[in-house]
């Protein structure tokens, strides 16, 4: 579960991946994703939980972002919040960012507005999702 508190709009439900779970590709989800496992590619989620036993390569779009294992690539987020377990190697995009002591994070962080509608233009196939 996150302690950060849960933005508007994900009431639209609470997916959780295994922790034994190997993904690769583009993952999109209208609420919460939980993440203990691995994961390869793009997630797309109003709130994403990297959890402690996560790992994650590639790029997260969220309104909230909770990183608690390890993750590589680049964060793109409104609240990105990393606790003291995280490992993280690659760039970050926040509006609002607070890191545990303990945390380690080697990359560059940019402070900027986060745009819900970006990651529908974002899209190589240029379809809209909700």
């Known amino acids: 579960m996150s302690d950060i508190s849960t933005p ?3 009431s639209a439900g609470r997916s959780h991946l295994g922790a034994d779970s190997r993904i690769t590709g583009e993952l999109q989800f209208p609420g919460t994703v939980e993440l203990p496992g691995y994961v390869s590619g793009r997630v797309d989620a109003a709130e994403i939980v990297i959890e402690e036993t996560g790992e994650v390569e590639g790029e997260v779009h969220a309104a909230s972002v909770a990183i608690k294992g390890r993750f590589r690539g680049k964060v793109v987020g409104g609240t990105v919040r990393l ?3 995280a490992r993280v190697t690659g760039d ?3 509006e609002t960012l607070s890191i545990d002591s303990g945390a380690q994070l080697e990359g560059q962080c940019t402070r900027q507005p986060f745009r819900q509608d970006a990651r ?3 899209q190589v196939s240029g379809s809209p999702f909700e």
Do not use: L, N, R
């Open 8 to 10: 508007a709009g994900a």
């Open 92 to 94: 970050i995009e926040y």
């Open 120 to 122: 529908k233009a974002d």
């Open 83 to 85: 606790y003291t377990s």
